[in-house]
Nanobody, 122 residues
Framework: QVQLVESGGGLVQPGGSLRLSCATSGFTLDYYAIGWFRQAPGKEREGVGYISKIKGWTYYSDFAKDRFTISRDNSKNTVYLQMSGLKPEDTAVYYC???????????????WGQGTQVTVSS
């Protein structure tokens, strides 16, 4: 059974950092790209970035470049989203998802986690 479970969300002050984890099971992580998405209240879901299968190349949306980093630990079947320089507008539920493509299109992702809340506020 394929599962993705996010963790690490919480309340952080503006300018702070947070590391989200996406623990996977039921499939070989190296054979899937893992994407991170977020959805703020009243807004559409948007892509944060992804890490490709095999080579582990990364892609980031413009707002995530220079502040967010995606990495993968195959030995732990876990993908991470390291976020720094957080802003109030980064407040959202963050999701990880798996696909066998290199894409930021949410429709191409087959498996999704339940999400973890990130709140950036003073």
């Amino acid at each position: 059974q394929v599962q993705l479970v996010e963790s690490g969300g919480g309340l952080v002050q503006p300018g702070g950092s947070l590391r989200l984890s996406c623990a996977t099971s039921g499939f070989t992580l190296d054979y899937y790209a893992i994407g991170w998405f977020r959805q703020a209240p009243g807004k559409e879901r948007e892509g944060v970035g992804y890490i490709s299968k095999i080579k582990g190349w990364t892609y980031y949306s413009d707002f995530a470049k220079d502040r967010f980093t995606i990495s993968r630990d195959n030995s732990k079947n876990t993908v991470y989203l390291q976020m720094s320089g957080l802003k109030p507008e980064d407040t959202a539920v963050y999701y990880c998802a798996a696909t066998n493509m290199a894409t930021m299109s949410a429709d191409e992702y087959d498996y999704w986690g339940q999400g973890t809340q990130v709140t950036v506020s003073s």
